[in-house]
């Protein structure tokens, strides 16, 4: 069941922010019922007033993909610009957010500021209870 509806609460463990340089606003990231598709939404958030906010005008996300990926640098999109034209869909403010794959490295863009880099984090996998081997500092010993 998706849910990607903003989180309401400052309590919620699964929300996580990014401050972003020089501004009062946070980069807010949470599932939204994503997990099945690997994915997050993330939004805007105004730490002063304790809201979400629209995207500036001014304000670009785009997606930087890792060396040797097969994605190419790309605009993000808001849910809110891509069904704008849906008939029905009713865009109030602050509830602008955007959904992004787990890992993806994006950067937002601003008039006059350095490029503010940042990585959605991964989600853990799946594995039944058996835990994942780790890669380790030293060279493994025989047994």
């Given at each position: 069941m998706l849910n990607q509806d903003?989180?309401?609460s400052d309590?919620?463990?699964?929300?996580?922010?990014?401050?972003?340089?020089?501004?009062?606003?946070a980069i807010r990231i949470w599932p939204?019922?994503?997990?099945?598709l690997g994915a997050y939404c993330l939004d805007l958030f105004d730490i002063t007033k304790k809201i979400p906010v629209d995207t500036p005008n001014d304000f670009e996300f785009w997606?930087?993909?890792?060396?040797?990926g097969a994605s190419s640098v790309m605009k993000l999109?808001?849910?809110?610009?891509?069904?704008?034209?849906?008939?029905?869909?009713?865009?109030?403010?602050?509830?602008?957010?955007?959904?992004?794959?787990?890992?993806s490295r994006i950067v937002?863009?601003?008039?006059?500021k350095v490029p503010f880099y940042f990585e959605i984090p991964s989600m853990p996998m799946e594995t039944?209870?058996?835990?994942?081997?780790?890669?380790?500092?030293?060279l493994p010993v025989l047994e």
């Open positions: 903003k989180p309401q309590s919620n463990e699964q929300v996580l922010y990014l401050q972003i340089p020089d501004s009062k606003l939204g019922g994503l997990q099945y997606n930087v993909p890792r060396p040797g999109c808001s849910w809110q610009v891509a069904f704008a034209s849906v008939p029905g869909w009713c865009i109030l403010p602050g509830d602008e957010k955007y959904s992004v794959s787990e890992g937002l863009v601003r008039p006059g039944g209870g058996v835990p994942l081997p780790q890669p380790q500092a030293t």
